[in-house]
Every structure is written in structure tokens, then in C-alpha cells.
């Protein structure tokens, strides 16, 4: 009887097809990442697009004037204020939490709603409230907060009884911009503050608002792929990367001359604009 010869791989053919998997793996991880975080960033820029519904919602109905970004619930209690999310939120029913606790931002996960971004990450934020530069991020930072409005046309109503009675501002009618398809309406944001100004240079103080603007925003702006997602005045939603590294070595801000900048004023030819004035008003 003839001898059946068995067959198998030598120790070469095995090594061999290892390093072809390995190679592969090598090869198509990167891209199923990108393919991820493409989902997220398309899911962001939903989640903004359905915001910005609501707030033009609301809008109709009182008489084309864009909701205040934050405002007190008695003339004289700075203690408990009711942010823009809160207040448009029925347009949508997007579920925004109840608590500022976020109803879970423990290890039990978080509540996701149309108002929690998924690349919100808490220790990515290094700023401080008062833009002072940190290792780690404010105990204050909540994901419901991940998107912020831009409060030179969303005001805010501070009681004249408030120290920082400075930043009472009224919010702007559909019919007072002139640049609705340039000029922001909301952007992405560490998390701990409803509003800013957009304004992202260092010296901001210097500019009429505080260092805090660019330290909510500028945490944001870079949250996907290096870029973020912006709300636009007529309702759009767009892309735009951040400028350079986002941050200096010192952890201060780039400042952006291209793409969306803090003054229409300053630099014309940008794609996108914070503060809407070409006067230099």
C-alpha cells in the first residue's frame, strides 16, 4: 500500500501569512478609525442642524428674535438660570437633561441626546473659566453644554443686582444680519459654558470681552479631525478646520485669519465669521 503523505504549512508559509494579516491590519485599522470618527462628525453636524431648527422655531414665535443664551428666572436671583438649550429644547424634544449633572456623566455612561456631541471628551478641555491654562479639564465641563451660542447675537440677561452686569445683552432679530450664511450661530465648546463671543486671541480683554471667549471655544474647535462643525445664521451646517496647532506651546490660542475668524471686520475674504461687522463697529 502506498504511504499517504500529509500535508500542512511549514513554519516559513505560517510567518509568511502572519505578516500578510499583520500588514493588513496594519493597513485597513487606520481606515475603519477615520470611517468612526467620519460617523461621529457627521453625527455632530446633525445633531447642530437640529438645534439650529429649534431655534428658528423659536424664533417665529417671538417675532423673529433669536433666543437668549442664558438668562436668570427671577429680576433679582442670579442663582438659577435657564440656558438656550433648555428653552428650545420642546421645539425638538431632543431630551435635554433636566439636571446640569447631565443624569448620568458617571461611570454608568452618559444620556445621549442631540445636545451631547460624540467626541465630547472632558479631559481634552484645557482651560480654565478664566482661560488660565491646565493639565486637566473643569469639574464643571458637561457634555449637554458640547455646543455653544454665539452671544454677540444670542444675549444674555443678567440682573442688574449680578456684579457682572457687563454682559446683559439683548439677542438680535433674523432681519439685523446681514450675513446669514457667514456669520455663527453656534460652535462646538468644552462644555461649561453656554455662550462666548468666538473671540480667539489671547488678548481678548483688550478686544471688549474675556479671555474665558476663547477658552471655551478655542477647546472645541479642533474636536474633529482637527477641525469642528459650526451653526450658521441661515441654518447650514459646515466643517471648517482649525487654524495650525489650535493652541501655541503655552497652551494661548492660534489665531484664525482663514476659514472662521472672530471679526468679519479683520479679516473679509474668511469663509466664516463670529461677529458681524464690516464697519469695524
Request: aromatic share 12%.
Amino acid at each position: 500500500m502506498r504511504k499517504r503523505r500529509q500535508s500542512g504549512f511549514t513554519l516559513i508559509e505560517l510567518l509568511v501569512v502572519i505578516a500578510i494579516i499583520a500588514i493588513l491590519a496594519a493597513i485597513l485599522f487606520p481606515v475603519f478609525a477615520q470611517a468612526r470618527e467620519k460617523a461621529r462628525q457627521i453625527t455632530c453636524a446633525s445633531n447642530e442642524k437640529q438645534a439650529g431648527l429649534a431655534i428658528f422655531q423659536y424664533a417665529q414665535d417671538y417675532d423673529e428674535t433669536l433666543p437668549l443664551a442664558n438668562y436668570a428666572q427671577h429680576p433679582t436671583d442670579t442663582s438659577g438660570f435657564v440656558n438656550w438649550q433648555y428653552e428650545v429644547d420642546p421645539y425638538i424634544k431632543g431630551g435635554y437633561p433636566i439636571s446640569n449633572s447631565d443624569l448620568g456623566t458617571g461611570s454608568g455612561g452618559l444620556r445621549k441626546s442631540v445636545w451631547f456631541c460624540p467626541d465630547w471628551d472632558r479631559t481634552n478641555d484645557l482651560f480654565y473659566n478664566d482661560g488660565t491654562p491646565s493639565g486637566t479639564a473643569p469639574s464643571t465641563a458637561t457634555p449637554s453644554k458640547s455646543y455653544i451660542a454665539n452671544e454677540n447675537y444670542m444675549g444674555a440677561y443678567v440682573p442688574p443686582t449680578a456684579p457682572n452686569v457687563n454682559y446683559a445683552k439683548p439677542s438680535a432679530t433674523l432681519a439685523q444680519i446681514k450675513t446669514p450664511a457667514q456669520t455663527v450661530l453656534t460652535a462646538e465648546s468644552r462644555g461649561n459654558n453656554v455662550q462666548c463671543a468666538g473671540n480667539d486671541t489671547p488678548t481678548a480683554a483688550a478686544l471688549g470681552t474675556t479671555a474665558s471667549d476663547w477658552g471655551h471655544y478655542v477647546s472645541g474647535r479642533a474636536r474633529h479631525a482637527g477641525g469642528s462643525n459650526y451653526l450658521f445664521q441661515d441654518g447650514h451646517v459646515k466643517w471648517f478646520r482649525a487654524p495650525g496647532n489650535n493652541r501655541n506651546a503655552d497652551l494661548s490660542p492660534v489665531l484664525s485669519t482663514t476659514g472662521i475668524v472672530y471679526s468679519q471686520a479683520s479679516y473679509p475674504n474668511a469663509a466664516g465669521w463670529w461677529l458681524e461687522d464690516p464697519n469695524g463697529a
